[in-house]
């Protein structure tokens, strides 16, 4: 009377266990579901902290957007601001520049008026004076 199963070993023999062999199979089985169940527990566990990582490299690449947005929205306005300094420094120049043009083509005019007639005069004479002497002897 022994329970006997028999089996086929990987080398073609046969192979006999008992009963008891069986019940340690079923105690190993539950144990082999127990290690399933924290393996999914730890998949789980790997998924969320992965999931965790990429929104928290998600968020540090916002925040990072935000601050290059605020650093270049700075750049350009001093930008614009040293670039109005400069032309209104040149305007400021170009005013100052034009207005000594005008002084000095305005001292230029008056100085032809009252050359003008000096040298008026003068064309006047040198054309309606005739030397007489001759230019050349011979």
């Known amino acids: 009377g022994c329970t006997q199963t028999l089996e086929l070993s990987h080398s073609g023999q046969l192979a006999c266990k008992s009963k008891e ?11 082999i579901k127990q290690l399933l169940k924290a393996e999914e527990e730890a998949s789980r ?33 001093q ?23 005008d002084m000095q083509l305005q001292q230029l005019k008056n100085d032809v008026q009252g050359t003008k ?12 004076t005739v030397d007489t002497k001759p230019c050349y002897t011979e």
């Open 21 to 31: 062999i069986l019940k340690m199979s079923d105690s190993s089985q539950a144990g």
């Open 45 to 77: 566990i790997v998924a969320r902290a992965k999931q965790q990582r990429t929104d928290r490299i998600k968020d540090a690449r916002r925040q990072a957007e935000k601050e290059i947005e605020s650093f270049k929205a700075d750049m350009e306005r």
């Open 79 to 101: 930008y614009k601001q040293k670039e109005q300094e400069a032309l209104s420094g040149q305007s400021g120049s170009r005013a100052q520049l034009q207005q000594q043009t």
């Open 117 to 128: 007639n000096n040298v008026v005069d003068m064309l006047v004479k040198w054309v309606t």
